[in-house]
Every structure is written in C-alpha cells, then in structure tokens.
C-alpha cells in the first residue's frame, strides 16, 4: 500500500482532536492511522488529574486498531489544535514501532517520516526473542527472590529412565546469614543439554559450577575462574 492520502488522514485526525478531553494542558491532540486493511482508526489525548496516567491520542489509535479487528499500521497523521502535524512523543513512538513496525510513516512538517527514523534503534520483539528464543527465561521463585546473587549452584548429570540428563541445585553458601534458611535453596529439573543447566544457575547466582561424569569440576559462572576451580566449562 503506497498511496496515502494524507489529507483524510489529517482531516480524520483534526476531528478527532476536537473530542479530545484536555482540561490542565489545555492541549488538545488528535490522531488518525491508515491500517494495511484499508480502514481508517482514530484516538485523541484523554488527560487525568493524575497526570501520569494520562492517554495520548497514539494510545488511543491502538487501542482503536485491536478493537475494531487489529491489523498493521501504516501511517499515521497527529495534529495539534491548530490541525498542523505534531511528533508523537517518545513514549508513543514505541507504541507505534510495535503495531505499525519501522516501514510505519508518520506524517511531518516537510515530509512523511518512518519510524525507522523517528525511533532509531528501537526495542523490539526480536529482542526479546533473541535472549529467549523458543525456552522461557528461568524464574526465581518469589520466596528465593532475596537470594538471587548468592549462593552457588551445581550442575551435574544424572539418569533418568536410562538416558543421561543433566541437574542442578541451588545451595546457600556456608558464609551466609546463620539464622538464613540452610541446606539446597532450589532443585532444578533435568535437561539433556547442559547449557540450560547453566542458564538455569545463570539466573539465580554469579556462581554456578560444573560436576561431571567423572567427578571433575568446571567454573561455569561469571567472570574469572576462582583459583580453587580454574577450569572453565566449555
């Protein structure tokens, strides 16, 4: 869809402007988008006396685009009072970067904008899958949460069902609080990789150390290797 007609949209935008609920800034915003689909959304600012939890017209354009079918942005007109283009602040840019993506244009001044440019190096859905792929991250259960960062853990193999596996468990350091829960704070399931074993331990505590088949033991944690255990895992 290459053809915008900026003018609906500014025109869209405008009128919604005019619904705005804007009694402290006294600065009303309105805001139209063009979704791949063909139809037009709208939203206006909606202020509270609490002024943080007050909504942009953005907001209220993607609020609009899930609930009439949802869809793509891709491009998107917001006007001042006046009905001149106004940039959508920082906060929003981010909202339009995840429904609109950075292909999304956004009318300007002198010319239409992509969010490519207006948010460079956004954060996106790719991020998050980049550190979590298709394996959740591991949780700390809230009642260890005081724990996390001490402590160590130990990864080691294990059988089950006659296959090889690998564990862990998660043990509060001789050097902690005397009256602290005492003993393994955590087990871990099992895993056929190792690595997630590691991830595992990774999320809980700096220290995570490797026990193998042979009774060996590996530093898998952060930083250096200590000098009681100077063979790192690989």
Same mark, same amino acid.
């Given at each position: 869809?290459?053809?915008?007609?900026?003018?609906?949209?500014?025109?869209? #935008?405008?009128?919604?402007?005019?619904?705005?609920?804007?009694?402290?800034?006294?600065?009303?915003?309105? #805001?139209?988008?063009?979704?791949?689909?063909?139809?037009?959304?709208?939203?206006?600012?909606?202020?509270?006396? #609490?002024?943080?939890?007050?909504?942009?017209?953005?907001?209220?354009?993607?609020?609009?685009?899930?609930?009439?079918?949802?869809?793509?942005?891709?491009?998107?007109?917001?006007?001042?009072?006046?009905?001149?283009?106004?940039?959508?602040?920082?906060?929003?840019?981010?909202?339009?970067?995840?429904?609109?993506?950075?292909?999304?244009?956004?009318?300007?001044?002198?010319?239409?904008?992509?969010?490519?440019?207006?948010?460079?190096?956004?954060?996106?859905?790719?991020?998050?899958?980049?550190?979590?792929?298709?394996?959740?991250?591991?949780?700390?259960?809230?009642?260890?949460?005081?724990?996390?960062?001490?402590?160590?853990?130990?990864?080691?193999?294990?059988?089950?069902?006659?296959?090889?596996?690998?564990? #862990?468990?998660?043990?509060?350091?001789?050097?902690?609080?005397?009256?602290?829960?005492?003993?393994?704070?955590?087990?871990?399931?099992?895993?056929?990789?190792?690595?997630?074993?590691?991830?595992?331990?990774?999320?809980?505590?700096?220290?995570?150390?490797?026990?193998?088949?042979?009774?060996?033991?590996?530093?898998?944690?952060?930083?250096?290797?200590?000098?009681?255990?100077?063979?790192?895992?690989?």
């Amino acid at each position: 869809m290459t053809d915008i007609d900026w003018a609906r949209l500014r025109a869209a #935008a405008t009128d919604a402007m005019r619904h705005a609920y804007a009694p402290y800034s006294t600065f009303p915003v309105g #805001a139209a988008a063009l979704v791949d689909d063909g139809r037009v959304v709208v939203g206006c600012n909606v202020e509270n006396a #609490a002024y943080g939890v007050t909504l942009c017209a953005e907001c209220g354009v993607v609020s609009s685009l899930h609930a009439t079918g949802g869809g793509r942005i891709v491009a998107l007109s917001c006007v001042d009072a006046t009905g001149e283009p106004l940039m959508p602040c920082g906060r929003c840019r981010q909202l339009l970067w995840e429904h609109g993506g950075p292909e999304c244009l956004i009318e300007s001044k002198s010319r239409p904008l992509r969010m490519a440019e207006l948010l460079p190096h956004a954060f996106g859905v790719e991020d998050l899958e980049a550190v979590t792929g298709e394996t959740p991250v591991p949780v700390v259960p809230e009642r260890l949460a005081a724990w996390r960062g001490r402590g160590t853990v130990f990864v080691h193999p294990d059988m089950s069902a006659g296959q090889q596996v690998w564990t #862990a468990y998660w043990e509060r350091s001789a050097g902690d609080d005397a009256d602290a829960e005492t003993g393994v704070l955590e087990e871990a399931p099992s895993w056929d990789d190792p690595a997630e074993a590691i991830t595992w331990g990774l999320a809980r505590t700096p220290r995570v150390v490797v026990v193998d088949a042979t009774g060996t033991i590996f530093w898998a944690g952060e930083g250096e290797p200590p000098m009681e255990i100077p063979v790192r895992w690989s």
